[in-house]
């Protein structure tokens, strides 16, 4: 399986490259076709969407590695997401500006179930196992 100038990948949390589709990491992947798949399911608005999400949580994790408030930085960007959208109500706010905002929410909450936070007991491990795709 080629892993360089692979469209259908991303690097973890731990700059590991990981196949879009399988979570498994590139050079485990064994998904067929998976750069023509992935053009056809990232196509759509929920895709679109994803992809957005997907990109967030990169840059997320390189700003914040540490996991210690995530669940604060969630509710934050929650209320920010209501914010956006009553300032579009009046005119303050593009469409696009109100989607990025329900993108980080939506990356912060893939990060909390992903990886947790410590303040909480929540332990991802007893939903994924030891063998976590994200981990
Ligand atoms: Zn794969």
Not at 35 to 64: P, S, T, V, Y
Request: with cysteine; net charge negative; hydrophobic share 35%.
């Amino acid at each position: 399986m080629e892993t360089e100038g692979r469209e259908c990948a991303y690097h973890d949390h731990q700059r590991r490259l990981r196949c879009t589709e399988c979570g498994l990491f590139v050079v485990q992947c064994q998904c067929e076709d998976v750069e023509h798949n992935a053009h056809h399911r990232l196509w759509g608005d929920d895709g679109k969407m994803i992809r957005a999400i997907r990109g967030e949580i990169g840059q997320h994790r390189e700003a914040f590695p540490n996991t210690h408030y995530l669940m604060a930085g969630l509710v934050e960007a929650t209320g920010d997401l209501m914010k956006s959208l009553i300032q579009q109500q009046i005119g303050n706010r593009q469409p696009a500006e109100v989607f990025h905002e329900a993108v980080k929410v939506a990356a912060l909450a893939v990060r909390m179930g992903t990886e947790g936070d410590p303040d909480f007991p929540y332990e991802p491990y007893a939903v994924f196992g030891e063998e976590s795709s994200s981990t």
